[in-house]
């Protein structure tokens, strides 16, 4: 097992997570769709590839990463070419023969905003279409069809066309969903590190009146048939046993009460914390350190300098948010990021300042914590980061 820093997780690099696999595949099994939910480097791509790389017999995944389309046409162009690539095509010879000898065949010859024109002059919507395309699946078989980043791909949407468009394909994938015979062929799992829900439910949130609080829940209505399935950190065991390969594949030894600290310190176990700082702590031993808790702590004030690992938890708020919102979200991080924690007064407080009510505060609490940057297990009044690492960063980065 490589030590591997940023990249999804593959083949023998993988390591562990028997229970949500199972979760996944149970899930799977019963016909469900799915939505994948984690904080962002949790590890849910690479879950998805572990998916594609071991399906089960009779399934046949595919991964499609959704996250530059900034339009309905973009996304589906996006889905049609992941189905009519050539390499998919060609592993389908020894599952779906005959599926195969089919989608071979099919010439698609533009996408556009209304729809698909295939090459024997045959115009269909996209929902259509797409179903001309997995007609001829073998009916043993089913398509996992992965589609990674769509809530990112639904905010574009939003943001660079327009909210009709973001509902038209919320509702063209429900219908999918809803049609028996086309579950029977295809399941979706929708992925993503910012929640689905928070950004559906942001559609039209800008107007006022009632009309904007019906199609808030009218944008819902279209997601709340799947099956959300939650990609946790690791529990403390599964950490350790992580650690302990990771240390042996580097040929460095590393007694129990380090493992204990380093863990203790990154507290929010997630693989990718786990291996930033045993990269950074090879580096250090190489130059030969002798390992104790002095280089883990130093190891972790080195793993903050890598900018390109953190910048996006901050880079996010500014896109996705409203001004006022994104510098609310920013002062209350700040001030966690100093005493460690805050109070829900507090952060009332720094709404006002910022020209929020209490709903809108309490929104954008919500996305920071389902984003998974703070919560409020301990005392549902009071709010800390999930995790040091971040926590330190920004201390060092963003608020001083
Ligand atoms: N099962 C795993 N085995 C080994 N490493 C993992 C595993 N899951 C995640 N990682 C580590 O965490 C990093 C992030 O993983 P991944 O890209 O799968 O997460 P993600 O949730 O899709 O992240 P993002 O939200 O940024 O898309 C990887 O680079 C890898 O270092
Ligand atoms: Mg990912």
Not at 93 to 110: E, G, H, L, P, Y
Not at 159 to 172: C, D, P, Q, R
Not at 275 to 283: D, F, G, H, S
Request: aromatic content about 8%.
């Amino acid at each position: 097992m490589k030590n591997i820093v940023g990249q999804a997780a593959r083949s023998t690099n993988f390591w562990g997570r028997p229970y949500e696999l199972a979760d996944i595949w149970e899930a799977i099994d019963n016909g469900s769709h799915i939505l994948l939910c984690a904080p962002r480097r949790v590890g849910k791509t690479s879950i998805m590839y572990k998916i594609v790389d071991e399906p089960k017999a009779n399934y046949i995944p595919i991964y499609i990463d959704t996250e530059s389309a900034d339009s309905e046409a973009e996304f589906w162009s996006k889905v049609f070419n992941a189905l009519m690539e050539e390499d998919f095509i060609a592993s389908l010879k020894t599952k779906a023969k005959n599926f195969m000898d089919q989608i071979k065949n099919i010439n698609v010859r533009s996408i556009t905003m209304e729809g698909v024109e295939f090459g024997d002059g045959d115009k269909l919507n996209h929902k259509q279409a797409f179903y001309r395309l997995i007609k001829d699946l073998d009916h043993d078989k089913k398509l996992i069809i992965m589609i990674d980043e769509f809530a990112q791909t639904i905010e574009n949407i939003i943001k660079y066309e327009e909210s009709k468009n973001a509902i038209s394909l919320l509702k063209a994938h429900r219908e999918l969903r809803q049609d028996q015979k086309f579950s029977q062929k295809v399941t979706f799992i929708y992925a993503g590190s910012i929640g689905l829900e928070s950004v559906v439910s942001k559609i039209d949130a800008g107007s006022i009146g009632l009309e904007s609080v019906v199609s808030k829940i009218d944008a819902i209505k279209h997601i709340n048939d799947l099956n959300n399935i939650k990609v946790p950190p690791l529990t403390f065991p599964e950490a350790e046993q992580f650690t302990i390969a990771l240390f042996k594949s580097a040929e460095i030894k590393i007694n129990k009460t380090d493992i204990d600290h380093l863990l203790h310190t990154i507290h929010w176990l997630i693989p990718f914390y786990i291996q930033l700082i045993t990269q950074e702590i090879k580096k250090i031993c190489r130059r030969g350190q002798k390992l104790d808790q002095t280089v883990i702590d130093q190891a972790i004030q080195n793993a903050l300098d890598n900018r390109n690992h953190f910048e996006s938890w901050q880079s996010k708020l500014k896109t996705a948010l409203g001004n006022n919102e994104y510098l609310f979200c920013k002062e209350v991080l700040n001030a966690i990021s100093n005493q460690k924690e805050i109070n829900l007064l507090d952060i009332m407080n720094i709404a006002s300042k910022h020209d929020l009510n209490d709903s809108e505060a309490k929104d954008c609490l919500h996305s920071l914590i389902y984003d998974g940057y703070i919560n409020n297990n301990d005392n549902n009044k009071t709010y800390q980061f999930n995790s040091p690492i971040l926590r330190m960063w920004w201390n060092k980065n963003v608020a001083n």
